[in-house]
């Protein structure tokens, strides 16, 4: 496949099988995260989880045991839940002269989605698609990824250049079990107060099934400290399944202002809808190489869009991201040391 600027795809050959016999492998893989993942979602607290809860209780055979195919099957796409209430932020029509729209590409591989069940104990868990997306990042251990706080928590796994045509062992750059999770101590989940600010999280991921750690695989990207609100950026995700039938990832190259009130990004781009949060704003990109730099990720008030129900043309133009400064830097160290963030009060 061709990117509309040229570029060519470094996607292997995908084969097409059911997302039936996918399912079943996420599950045998002990895939849980435990959280509101769509772009925008209800108000929630969040416990920092230092730790994926019970990561040994859970078995390839127990997994197994439970995910039959008929539980598969009804498996759901969610959707934000959203109550319908406005802000009286302001945004734009339902149609305006010159909008970017995101466009679908075939991915890069730095980039992917995270799974989820949801329930505290697996085998009275709900089989959901992807809910969220997350991108690698250079650290010392060559094991991080960048995603939303809100995504944030319990077991997951993390799939690069994910690929629905594919079986979890197909996949074109393996899968990746979520061990440790880092978020700030402060942030409340899907919240609209100043703390939505800190909507970023990183997970410490195990070595795929060939036994190699995830930046020696696909590369990492660079995380460099956001020089101002008004910034050319490339926002990248996964819309779920429900608004992105073929299932491939969008990217939206805009012009950022600021969400007034906030420390955080603003960008106007149609076609960012639920399963995009976590995703990351590049402000640099290599094609070829598949990675960049970033300065911001899909996140923020009320979990990374207005407070708007799905219908109202907002709800998918309208993006947020933090602000990456000082307290986000503090936690990519005590993530890449494995140290538990604990911080004072923010604002």
């Known amino acids: 496949m ?40 209800a108000d929630g607290p969040i416990k920092p989880h230092h730790r994926a809860p019970g990561d040994g209780d859970w078995s390839d055979a127990d997994a197994l045991g439970f995910w039959t195919p008929g539980r598969i099957a009804t498996a759901t796409d969610p959707a934000r839940p959203g109550n319908g209430t406005t802000t009286g932020l302001p945004g734009p029509p ?24 949801t329930g505290p104990d697996p085998t009275n868990g709900e089989m959901r698609a992807h809910k969220c997306s997350a991108s690698v990042v250079e650290s010392g251990g060559r094991n991080l990824v960048l995603t939303a706080g809100h995504c944030a928590g319990g077991r997951a796994v993390f799939v690069p250049q994910y690929t629905s045509e594919a079986d979890l062992e197909d996949q074109p750059y393996e899968f990746y079990r979520v061990t440790d999770w880092y978020v700030d101590n402060k942030y409340v989940r899907n919240t609209k107060a100043a703390v939505s600010d800190l909507d970023y999280a990183f997970a ?10 995830i930046q020696d695989v696909v590369g990492a990207n660079k995380l460099v400290r956001t020089p101002g609100y008004a910034q050319d950026v490339t926002m990248m995700g996964y819309p779920r399944v429900g608004r992105n039938p073929e299932d491939l990832p969008v990217r939206c190259p805009a012009r950022s202002g600021r969400l007034s009130g906030y420390r955080q990004m603003r960008v106007v781009c149609a076609g960012m809808w639920g399963g995009v949060s976590g995703g990351p704003w590049f402000s640099d990109i290599d094609w070829d190489a598949g990675t960049g730099q970033i300065i911001g990720n899909v996140g923020g008030f009320h979990g990374g869009g207005p407070d708007v129900p799905e219908s109202d043309p907002r709800y998918n133009q309208i993006t947020y991201s933090p602000v990456y400064g000082d307290r986000f830097f503090r936690l990519y160290r005590d993530a890449q040391d494995n140290r538990r963030p604990h911080y004072g009060e923010y604002g």
């Open 2 to 41: 061709i990117f509309h600027d040229g570029t060519e795809s470094r996607r292997a050959p995908r084969r097409r099988t059911s997302r039936t016999r996918l399912g079943l492998a996420l599950a045998a893989s002990g895939a849980l995260l435990l959280a509101g993942g769509t772009a925008h979602a």
């Open 94 to 117: 339902a149609a305006v002269p010159g909008m970017p729209t995101a466009e679908h590409i075939p991915g890069l591989a730095s980039v992917g989605v995270l799974f989820t069940t």
């Open 204 to 213: 410490r991921l195990a070595p795929g099934p060939g036994g190699r750690n």
